[in-house]
């Protein structure tokens, strides 16, 4: 960006007190909202993520620095919760997925499973990845295969948690069928989400840091002065 296209330092300044009047607006809405899903709340969040990106934008474009924190966009977050509020059940859902990095290793533990089980299916359901698979999830808890992925040859990928709420529990077997079609995304009370994007994200914000101090290394070498070869040096007073 040319000098010409930066903001002004006034227009960063300007930015900033922006972001404090939002936090101020939040703090105030959050302290008198009426309930969960507070539409003055939600309108105060929106001004203040706006307030922010701006501010770092201009920051950026004028100095060439990022702040230490990020407000996600209400594209980013689940819709305001309108679920029951003293809910009598929950539903719990968990997505992980896996790659299967070593098919041997696999194979190997489906085969070692069923070699103990008197009741096995069979040499053939452990000799294919997706009969090992079955004999896998069958014989451990989904919990325990987190912890031992590496063990069974898999590789772990994204995963998601979802906390639903609900006035009254389902009746068995009703929604055993399709269990994730019915999921009203305004009924979730918390998500947890694990992804190698965010690593990827704090990754890629270390390597700018050290870039940065590599470049401050180089600019305090340039600042030593240079000895001229032709120069006599006086040696060292050796009683010093």
Sequence with gaps: MSDAAQPTAAEVRAAAEAIKTALDRHLAAVERRSGEDDPAVYEAFNQLAAAAEAYDELLYDRYDEVTPFEIPGAEETLPPYTGPEEPNALSVLIRRDYAVAEPQRLLAQAQRIEAADDEGTGAEAAGT????????????????????????????????????????????????????????????????????????????????????????????????????????????????
């Design 129 to 240: 990845v997706h009969g090992a698979l079955g004999i896998l999830f069958g014989e451990f808890e989904p919990d325990e295969i987190a912890s031992r992925h590496k063990e069974f040859g898999l590789e772990e990928g994204d995963s998601t948690l979802w906390v639903t709420a609900a006035e009254e529990p389902a009746d068995p077997g009703e929604w055993l069928e399709a269990p994730f079609e019915s999921i009203d995304p305004q009924h979730v009370v918390c998500r947890f989400d694990v992804s190698a994007v965010f690593d990827d994200e704090i990754d890629d914000l270390e390597d700018i840091e050290d870039l940065e101090d590599e470049e401050e290394t180089d600019d305090d070498l340039e600042d030593e002065p240079e000895l001229d070869g032709d120069e006599d040096l006086e040696p060292l007073d050796a009683d010093r």
